[in-house]
């Protein structure tokens, strides 16, 4: 079974920086598609950026639109961590974010249901 841990959260100013990580476990296959979420108060659970892994393998990432450019999802495929550094904060980018994975590829990974595994997110609060 697959467990999944966020950390890094906490509050910040606009303009700043957060480095979310996701400590990873119990992976049996060899290809994951792992992914970050986040969800806003009031709002749907939206996806952030996702990376495929393969082995100690990791693809470039793909990005929602508003947080390209800002934002940066990567792996340590040794130590089972996946990471998501956020620059540039914005208070819309105020949310719990959720670390989510599955076995196989990432298309469709926008489609939350796809997803096998999720952690039990960190809060992320962006004050102007």
């Known amino acids: 079974q697959v467990q999944l841990a966020e950390s890094g959260g906490g509050s910040v100013q606009a303009g700043g920086s957060l480095r979310l990580s996701c400590a990873a476990s119990?992976?049996?296959?060899?290809?994951?598609?792992m992914s970050w979420f986040r969800q806003a108060p009031g709002k749907e659970r939206e996806g952030v950026a996702a990376?495929?892994?393969?082995?100690?393998?990791?693809?470039?990432?793909i990005y929602a639109d508003s947080v390209k450019g800002r934002f940066t999802i990567s792996r340590d495929g040794a130590k089972n961590f996946l990471f998501l550094q956020m620059n540039s904060l914005k208070p819309e980018d105020t949310a719990m974010y959720y670390c989510?994975?599955?076995?196989?590829?990432?298309?469709?990974?926008?489609?939350?249901?796809?997803?096998?595994?999720w952690g039990q997110g960190t809060q992320v609060t962006v004050s102007s």
């Open positions: 990376v495929f892994s393969y082995g100690s393998t990791t693809s470039g990432g």
């Open positions: 989510a994975a599955t076995e196989g590829g990432c298309g469709n990974w926008l489609t939350q249901n796809k997803y096998k595994y």
């Open positions: 119990g992976y049996t296959h060899s290809t994951y598609c």
